[in-house]
């Protein structure tokens, strides 16, 4: 045995340990095994809870805006997702109530935005069940014209934009053919065509299209479908109408908007985040579809979203594609990009998300810089109030914002901190509920952060409180500016020296919108929120000094002499 074992001592080692290395080997087995089964097992329950097993009670179709027949297949996500009605902070509970008006709060914002619409009325945002109804209620939409392309995000829209895109190519539209296919060009064609629409025409067109429960009028969430509304007047009112949709006023009115009332109107429902047959994540909206395909061709580096990274490495020959090309995890976040981004929605343009360049604010300011419409006349917001500047105006870069911080270089998504999963029983359920996470640390960040509660609000305080505090700095600086600038009109300063303190204008309102209209307070991207706002007052001051050197006479040359360098503090007075 001990010949045969010297013999071929690397073939048959285990023999001349004999029982001792068998154990072992059998102990390194067993425990191998073990673990193994261990992430078997733990592969399986995470498959598992990312996918809830269910069963399909109801059938629900591309039509199926009402999320109410959803909810009888998947009752816990419908039962947090009815919860944005609530709101926990101030107990608003009814529909009426309207959220604090931003104005009120920081009357410097009337200045900001003199001359634009936002300056009559802007608030607070509030749960996602409100959406259409303070859409349909701002004095924003109710006292100045805007446009269809509001809707693109405050409405499920998307088989109303495949209805319009169908029939504008002479197609059959009925309910069957919109609740069997998503139909991509349909959908691109009719978003064309409703942005461009006046926004009550519009809205009206949402109630032409099946909502996927013909006969119910009773919209889970208010708004909606209460006809001859200031946002969902009769054809025949303040406008002309062109004769078909004339409903006239009145009772004759209210049945005659009945007879093409095929469905109601709903806020953002499931069918604008999941794909009803798989009930994968999908991104249905054509401003990130287009938007996200630019960032693509750009070459800001976005090492937060792979799927664009691998993309730009292959052959580039179809665009990048969201709904192909990126991770579930991407799509936790991308699903939230469909409305919470910086864009243009004007009656000049279709809607566009600014982002050839990339996604900083610079970049974008460079993207508007460059842009002209389609009129060929150079890109602005609108004019400003008081001093006659062509400025830009900062919608809610969230999704912009939450790409330049630590979170998102860390692979955390919207939905890990606002869609936190929660147990119930057995499984785990992705909160629908999309709220604040501060009301619900506890799953929102506890299952990353090993921290008491206390320190973890206290982190997102110390940052809120900065970026509010050097919001304030920056409004004071903006509205000095301003006054210099008006001061040097009235003193009689030309249009061509204006010129110059007009781009600085623009650059240091841009900045400051971007910070305090992003909803966060700076918790996004803490570290890019202050930076912003350094520049936006470096902006402000530079105009408003060169504002006031326009009206001060001309200083003579100093004769100071220059003081000779010292080592120490001297010690005489000299
Ligand atoms: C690209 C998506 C998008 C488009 C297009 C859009 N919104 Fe919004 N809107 C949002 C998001 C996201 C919020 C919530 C964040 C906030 O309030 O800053 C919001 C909030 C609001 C609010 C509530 C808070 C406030 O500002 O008073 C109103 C009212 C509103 N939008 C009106 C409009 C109108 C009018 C238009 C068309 C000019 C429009 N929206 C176009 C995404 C959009
Ligand atoms: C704003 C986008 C959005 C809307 C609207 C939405 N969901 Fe979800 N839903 C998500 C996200 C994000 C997840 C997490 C998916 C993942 O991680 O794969 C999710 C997950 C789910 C899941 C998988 C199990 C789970 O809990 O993670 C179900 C089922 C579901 N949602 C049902 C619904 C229903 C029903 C509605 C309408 C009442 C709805 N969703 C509306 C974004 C949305
Ligand atoms: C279809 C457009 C749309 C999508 C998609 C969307 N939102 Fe919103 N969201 C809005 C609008 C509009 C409001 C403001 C509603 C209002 O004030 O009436 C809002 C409000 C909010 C609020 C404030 C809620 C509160 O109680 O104050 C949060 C937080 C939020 N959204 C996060 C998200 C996250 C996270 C996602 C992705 C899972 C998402 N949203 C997807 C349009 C959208
Ligand atoms: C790491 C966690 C985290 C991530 C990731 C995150 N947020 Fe937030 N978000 C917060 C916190 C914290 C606040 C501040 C809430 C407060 O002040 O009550 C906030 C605030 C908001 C608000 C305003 C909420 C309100 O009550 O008015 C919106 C809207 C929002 N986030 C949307 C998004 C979107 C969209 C994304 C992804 C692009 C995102 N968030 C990613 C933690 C996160
Ligand atoms: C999915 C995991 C995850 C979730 C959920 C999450 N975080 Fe984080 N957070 C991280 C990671 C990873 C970092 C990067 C820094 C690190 O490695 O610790 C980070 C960083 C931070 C930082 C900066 C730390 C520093 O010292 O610079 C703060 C503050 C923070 N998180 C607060 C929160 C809050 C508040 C929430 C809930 C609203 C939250 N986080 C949710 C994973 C998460």
Not at 84 to 95: F, I
Not at 275 to 279: A, H, I, L, S, V
């Given at each position: 045995m001990s010949s045969a074992a010297a013999k071929t001592p690397a073939t048959k080692p285990k023999r001349s340990r004999g029982p001792l290395l068998l154990a072992l080997l059998a102990a390194v087995v067993a425990l191998a095994t073990v673990g193994v089964a261990a992430l078997l097992i733990s592969i399986f329950e995470h498959k598992q809870e990312g996918r809830t097993p269910f069963v399909r009670l109801v059938d629900v179709k591309e039509?199926?805006?009402?999320p109410v027949p959803w909810g009888i297949n998947w009752p816990s996500q419908f039962d947090s997702y009815r919860?944005?009605?609530?709101?926990?902070?101030?107990?608003?509970?009814?529909?009426?109530?309207?959220?604090?008006?931003k104005l009120d709060e920081h009357p410097w914002l009337k200045r900001l935005y003199a001359g634009y619409a936002f300056s009559i009325d802007y608030r607070e945002a509030r749960g996602h069940a409100y959406m259409l109804y303070d859409q349909e209620v701002t004095d924003r939409v109710t006292q100045r014209p805007q446009s269809g392309a509001c809707l693109h995000c405050h409405a499920s829209i998307i088989p109303t934009y495949r209805r319009l895109g169908l029939e504008a190519e002479g197609k059959e539209a009925d309910a069957e053919t919109l609740a069997n296919d998503f139909n991509w060009p349909a959908v691109m064609e009719g978003f064309k065509l409703a942005s461009a629409m006046e926004y009550s025409a519009a809205h009206n067109e949402l109630l032409k299209t099946p909502d996927g429960t013909p006969g119910e009028k009773n919209p889970l969430f208010p708004g909606g479908n209460t006809p001859n509304t200031p946002a969902n007047p009769p054809a025949s009112e303040g406008k002309p109408s062109d004769?078909?949709?004339?409903?006239?006023?009145g009772e004759e009115a209210a049945g005659k908007v009945d007879e093409h009332h095929l469905g109601d109107a709903h806020p953002v429902a499931c069918i604008d985040c999941h794909?009803?047959?798989?009930?994968e994540l999908r991104i249905t909206r054509p401003g990130f579809i287009n938007g996200i395909a630019a960032l693509a061709e750009s070459d800001d580096p976005v090492p937060h979203m792979p799927s664009v990274e691998r993309w730009r490495k292959g052959n580039r020959q179809r665009p990048y594609d969201p709904n192909v090309d990126a991770s579930r995890q991407e799509k936790r976040s991308f699903v939230c990009g469909q409305c919470h981004v910086e864009y243009y929605c004007g009656p000049k343009e279709t809607l566009f998300f600014p982002w050839q360049n990339g996604l900083k604010i610079e970049q974008i300011e460079k993207t508007y810089d460059g842009h002209k419409f389609p009129d060929g006349e150079p890109f602005y917001d609108f004019v400003h109030g008081e001093t006659g500047a062509h400025v830009y105006k900062a919608q809610h870069p969230e999704f912009e914002m939450w790409s330049q911080g630590i979170h998102a270089r860390s692979g955390v998504s919207c939905a890990d901190c606002h869609m936190p999963y929660q147990r119930e029983g057995a499984m785990k359920v992705s909160s629908h509920w999309v709220r604040s996470p501060l009301l619900n640390t506890n799953n929102a960040c506890q299952t990353c952060h090993n921290v008491p509660e206390e320190e973890l609000r206290d982190k997102v305080a110390t940052i809120q409180g900065r970026t509010t505090a050097q919001i304030e700095r920056a409004a004071v600086a903006l509205t000095d500016m301003l006054d210099a600038i008006r001061d040097a009109e009235a003193a009689g300063a030309t249009e061509e020296e204006l010129g110059l303190i007009f781009e600085l204008q623009k650059k240091a309102a841009w900045r400051l919108d971007f910070v305090s209209s992003e909803n966060s307070k700076g918790f996004h991207a803490d570290q890019e929120a202050m930076r912003i706002l350094g520049e936006s007052i470096d902006y402000s001051r530079q105009a408003e000094a060169a504002a006031l050197r326009l009206r001060a006479p001309k200083a003579p040359e100093s004769t100071r002499e220059v003081v000779p360098v010292e080592g120490v503090t001297p010690a005489r007075k000299n």
């Open positions: 039509t199926s805006t009402d919860r944005t009605v609530d709101d926990e902070e101030t107990e608003r509970g009814g529909s009426s109530a309207m959220p604090a008006s004769g078909e949709d004339d409903v006239g006023t794909d009803p047959k798989t009930m």
